[in-house]
């Protein structure tokens, strides 16, 4: 990659994976469960999560690692920090998850609406954009 192509290249951090059987380098929900969280920030932390724009969908879905709830089978993002899974918000307002402050900080407004054509293309074709799963993976817990 030169170095014009470099400087155009965004990473947006990956997260809400959680750990299962097989899966155990995800962190594990029940480390985030804050049952004294911020309820106006829970609240706006779950609408921004829910105002992602879907783009990519996979096959199956996904089981709630809390109580087994079918939490979906896409992932949305904010095209500017993040890539979540769509049951993310669920953990947050069924379970009471808090994520880290370094990432409810930055949900201060709701996501505006992404190109999923051209996020799509420079995230799977031109690797202009780049999806980090090891900052999330070092996560392990609410505190972290």
């Known amino acids: 990659m030169s170095s014009s192509e470099a400087d155009k290249t965004r990473t947006l951090r990956l997260i809400g994976y959680w ?47 809390l109580c087994g709830t079918r939490n979906g089978s896409t992932e949305l993002t904010d095209g500017r920090y ?3 899974p769509i049951g993310l918000a669920h953990y947050i307002d069924a379970h009471s998850v808090r994520l880290p402050d370094e990432i409810t900080e ?11 054509e051209a996020f799509e293309r420079d995230a799977l074709e031109t690797g202009q954009v780049v999806i980090d799963a090891a900052w999330w993976q070092s996560v392990r817990g609410s505190q972290s």
């Open 82 to 84: 993040f890539v979540w």
């Open 19 to 65: 750990c299962e059987q097989g899966e155990e380098h995800w962190p594990d929900p029940a480390l985030f469960v804050d049952r004294e969280a911020d309820a106006a920030v829970q609240r706006r932390v779950s609408d921004y999560l829910r105002g992602g724009t879907w783009f990519v969908a996979t096959p199956g879905h996904s089981l709630c690692r």
């Open 106 to 116: 930055l949900m201060d407004q709701p996501p505006a609406p992404v190109d999923v």
